[in-house]
């Protein structure tokens, strides 16, 4: 358990045990285990301490920055041009108050959905958070579990996968004595097993810290960008304001004040002071909104992935249909040897010797009640892999039931007409057949007597067909990933309104990487696929250029969870299953996905939109400081005059636009887009604000006067970038807009002194005259330019594309 400090507690010496299986261990030993600090405790908090969300937000570099500027400013006595720290004050409160109420709602939703452990106390089987677990517990493990901790087993038999740690996909058999791995999840059994290395000496907290001293969680294309826009743009600055400020000072022998003064008004213009906080504050609501809908988030960044998928894979059960199963009837195949009755004991005896770890197994032990007489000599527990199970019992007697054509293999031919007509019809179809092999061994068809098939059905989700139609409007294809029989999927994917659920292939044929790669592409129903091949799915249609989303709730979806760029679990379904995916559906209905995928829509776009804004004025404070120190001209607008613009056209605007309503398909990349939106307002604003100085050169304008017409110019251009980024109009934008001209206006007319606006004569009146009036004009020239090179680029493009083809 962690202190107040948030670092794991001194650990004491204490008495090993190695207690019973049935009783565990007393409440006495669980506490001593607890004070001396062996207990299963995280290394690796999900979420951020509120003291670490106050210091992360108040101590950042361009604070820093912004605090330099202010103490030089102070020391120049211009108390006027501090206009710029309020709203760095207010950006800095808002976004630690928003981070922290979404980090609240975050952690409660957690509440529902961490993972539990069954463990062994006092012989009684109790269910605790697996923090709570402690060295020497006797843990109980069932098919789902994912492995919270390294330990030993004691008893009981256990198929395990160690993919997500060791890369190897194969299911190993784990008896009494044997290790297992935290962070292996458990396919198929039941075990009881001495937990023999908890907290940060287990095998998965020493690779977790391994991984943060290698490198850094990769960053998604949204945040990446950004964190290397405000990288460059940190590094730029101080460069450019000592240039700056010498050419002011030294070279046009500007007095200090109007030097700093002019320095600070570049700087603050540099500095994207509410791009990263409006980033952070829209994921962090987005978070809350998702919250409400019974959506919990793993991974912030995975609401930029949702908003870019374009192929959505699916499971059958649970996601298509219901998870719960119904055995609708049995068929049999060898009426002379069986009958009805007999097929029912044999089932009885078979579903009492299976460990009840799926919905197949329930529906079977609820279908087939009866007294079990016999106790099986040798098990084999379903696998996903195998696709069968197993039983074996002391007089030689043994039973196979699974997949038909895995029992038969090549005889799987002769049933083919009594059998396919029921998949065909949407049935999961079980063969149920007599095995005088060993159950553990390779399957000898020769050595199988079918004796009947068993017919179980999942209802279609009231809500599939419009679940479904929503996304095929939406531009994202489908995939349906199965384990059952091809044929059968495919009929319930017809009834679910899947577009091409005809055109379906059985995963078996797959044997190499270029079938595999080429029927991803052709094929909208896989069927009899295997985890390794979801996995391998995955990864080659994100090789083919898509971005992949995954939803499963069973351990044999794990790998592919983990492969996919967004990754959803139904909370219903395996811890293992919750734990790798970036978001959980608490209420376990995939009708919640359209929403969880227009919220992701939603806040990507608005965050682009917004970003636009805020590089208009990085774009023309840059490229003016530059033109300022090549052609060693003033600086001309100060940072009150700054503050302004900033505020009135991009920071309180953008904030309203990044929580709006927004489905467009998020396409093309990040950086590119938002530069595409940004450069013509920042180039129109250097072209106007050089014309404003050439006037003043031919002139001889004051300073006051160029500084007070640029500053106007820039709100004028302002006002037009947020014209065109409000479009299509909505209510709430035409009234952004309107209330934003008001403003802009209010400020001009009655606030001038304290946003250090000089007034202007007549020479001053008509220059702000004659360049405002050019503003609509070259915005929308230069907006042409760069649509031009953009559908040229673009054609040139596809040309290269379709010769390669």
Same mark, same amino acid.
């Given at each position: 358990m962690k202190d107040t400090k948030g670092s794991l507690p001194e650990r004491r010496t204490i008495y090993r045990t190695s207690p019973d299986p049935d009783m565990g261990l007393t409440d006495s030993e669980v506490r001593v285990r607890i004070e001396s600090g062996w207990a299963n405790s995280s290394i690796d908090s999900k979420t951020k301490t509120e003291l670490q969300i106050v210091t992360d937000n108040l101590f950042t570099y361009f604070n820093l920055i912004f605090a330099v500027l202010a103490v030089l400013v102070i020391l120049v006595g211009s108390f006027r041009d501090l206009t710029f720290m309020p709203v760095v004050i207010i950006n800095t409160i808002i976004g630690i108050v928003q981070e922290i109420r979404s980090k609240r709602t975050l952690d409660k939703l957690s509440l529902l959905s961490e993972p539990k452990a069954r463990v062994i106390r006092d012989g009684r089987e109790i269910t605790l958070s697996t923090d709570k677990t402690v060295i020497d517990d006797v843990a109980v493990f069932r098919a789902g579990n994912q492995i919270y901790a390294d330990a030993v087993v004691l008893d009981g038999s256990v198929q395990v996968n160690e993919s997500l740690i060791t890369g190897e996909s194969n299911e190993i058999t784990k008896n009494a004595g044997d290790m297992l791995l935290s962070g292996s999840f458990i396919v198929s059994g039941s075990c009881r097993a001495r937990l023999d290395k908890v907290g940060r000496d287990s095998y998965v907290s020493k690779l977790t810290i391994e991984a943060k001293k290698a490198k850094s969680k990769q960053k998604s294309e949204m945040m990446s960008s950004l964190t290397k826009l405000v990288k460059w743009i940190g590094i730029a600055i101080i460069p450019f304001?000592?240039?700056?400020?010498?050419?002011?000072?030294?070279? !046009?022998?500007?007095? @200090?004040?109007?030097?700093?003064?002019?320095?600070?008004?570049?700087?603050?213009?540099?500095?994207?002071?509410?791009?990263?906080?409006?980033?952070?504050?829209?994921?962090?609501?987005?978070?809350?909104?998702?919250?409400?809908?019974?959506?919990?988030?793993?991974?912030?960044? /995975?609401?930029?992935?949702?908003? +870019?998928?374009?192929?959505?894979?699916?499971?059958?059960? =649970?996601?298509?249909?219901?998870?719960?199963?119904?055995?609708? =009837?049995?068929?049999? #195949?060898?009426?002379?040897?069986?009958t009805e009755e007999d097929v029912r004991m044999i089932m009885a005896d078979y579903t009492e010797n299976m460990a009840t770890d799926n919905d197949t197994m329930i529906a079977l032990k609820e279908y087939f009640k009866g007294t079990s007489a016999r106790k099986a000599a040798e098990t084999l527990q379903f696998s996903s892999a195998l696709k069968y199970s197993g039983v074996s019992y002391e007089d030689g007697e043994?039973?196979?039931?699974?997949?038909?054509?895995?029992?038969?293999?090549?005889?799987?031919?002769?049933?083919?007409?009594?059998?396919?007509?029921?998949?065909?019809?949407?049935?999961?179809?079980? !063969?149920?057949?007599?095995?005088?092999?060993?159950?553990?061994?390779?399957?000898?068809?020769?050595?199988?007597?079918?004796?009947?098939?068993i017919l179980l059905s999942n209802r279609v989700r009231k809500e599939a067909p419009a679940t479904f139609s929503f996304f095929a409007k939406q531009g994202v294809d489908i995939k349906v990933i199965s384990g059952d029989n091809p044929a059968t999927v495919s009929n319930i994917a017809k009834k679910a309104g899947i577009i091409n659920a005809d055109k379906y292939i059985d995963a078996t044929v797959l044997d190499t990487d270029k079938k595999l790669r080429e029927a991803v592409t052709k094929y909208t129903v896989f069927g009899r696929v295997t985890p390794e091949q979801k996995k391998r799915m995955v990864q080659a249609l994100k090789g083919a250029g898509h971005k992949v989303a995954m939803t499963g709730d069973g351990v044999n979806d794990v790998m592919a969870l983990k492969e996919a760029d967004c990754s959803v679990a139904m909370a219903s379904g395996s811890d293992a299953a919750c734990r790798v995916s970036h978001l959980v559906l608490l209420n376990s209905n995939f009708a919640s996905m359209p929403d969880v995928v227009m919220e992701g829509r939603r806040v990507i776009n608005n965050i682009e939109r917004a970003a636009a804004l805020f590089l208009v004025k990085n774009i023309f404070s840059f490229l003016l400081a530059a033109i300022s120190m090549i052609a060693v001209l003033p600086y001309p607008v100060t940072a009150a005059q700054l503050s302004l613009v900033s505020m009135?056209?991009?920071?309180?605007?953008?904030?309203?636009?990044?929580?709006?309503?927004?489905?467009?398909?998020?396409?093309?990349?990040?950086?590119?887009?938002? #530069?595409?939106?940004?450069?013509?307002?920042?180039?129109?604003?250097?072209?106007?604000?050089?014309?404003?100085?050439?006037?003043?050169?031919?002139?001889?304008?004051?300073?006051?006067? @160029?500084?007070t017409v640029s500053a106007m110019?820039?709100?004028?251009?302002?006002?037009?970038?947020?014209?065109?980024? /409000?479009?299509?109009?909505?209510?709430? +934008?035409?009234?952004?807009?309107?209330?934003?001209?008001?403003?802009?206006?209010?400020?001009? *007319?009655?606030?001038?002194?304290? *946003?250090?606006?000089?007034? !202007?004569?007549?020479?001053?009146?008509?220059? #702000?005259?004659?360049?405002? @009036?050019a503003a609509l004009p070259v915005m929308r020239f230069i907006s042409d330019v760069l649509n031009f090179i953009s559908s040229r680029r673009r054609t040139r493009r596809e040309k290269k594309e379709k010769n390669n083809l």
């Open positions: 304001g000592l240039v700056l400020f010498y050419n002011q000072h030294f070279v !046009l022998g500007l007095d @200090l004040q109007r030097s700093v003064v002019g320095t600070v008004g570049a700087l603050v213009g540099m500095i994207p002071e509410g791009l990263f906080l409006l980033t952070t504050i829209a994921l962090a609501v987005s978070v809350m909104r998702l919250a409400q809908n019974r959506t919990l988030v793993h991974d912030l960044e /995975c609401i930029e992935t949702l908003a +870019r998928v374009d192929v959505l894979c699916v499971d059958k059960t =649970g996601t298509i249909t219901e998870p719960k199963m119904d055995v609708m =009837g049995t068929v049999l #195949l060898c009426e002379d040897r069986f043994g039973y196979l039931l699974g997949a038909p054509e895995r029992i038969l293999e090549e005889e799987y031919i002769k049933y083919r007409d009594r059998i396919e007509p029921f998949l065909k019809e949407g049935y999961r179809v079980l !063969l149920l057949a007599m095995y005088d092999g060993g159950v553990r061994e390779k399957v000898d068809p020769s050595l199988a007597m079918p004796v009947a098939l009135l056209t991009i920071g309180v605007p953008s904030f309203f636009l990044a929580l709006e309503p927004n489905t467009e398909i998020v396409k093309g990349r990040f950086l590119r887009n938002v #530069l595409f939106r940004a450069l013509p307002a920042g180039l129109t604003n250097v072209i106007l604000v050089i014309t404003v100085l050439l006037f003043k050169l031919a002139f001889n304008l004051s300073q006051d006067t @160029l500084s110019i820039l709100a004028e251009v302002g006002i037009i970038m947020l014209y065109r980024v /409000c479009h299509p109009w909505s209510r709430l +934008r035409r009234i952004l807009w309107g209330a934003s001209c008001a403003a802009v206006l209010i400020c001009v *007319f009655f606030l001038k002194d304290f *946003f250090a606006l000089s007034p !202007l004569d007549f020479g001053g009146i008509l220059i #702000l005259f004659t360049v405002g @009036l």
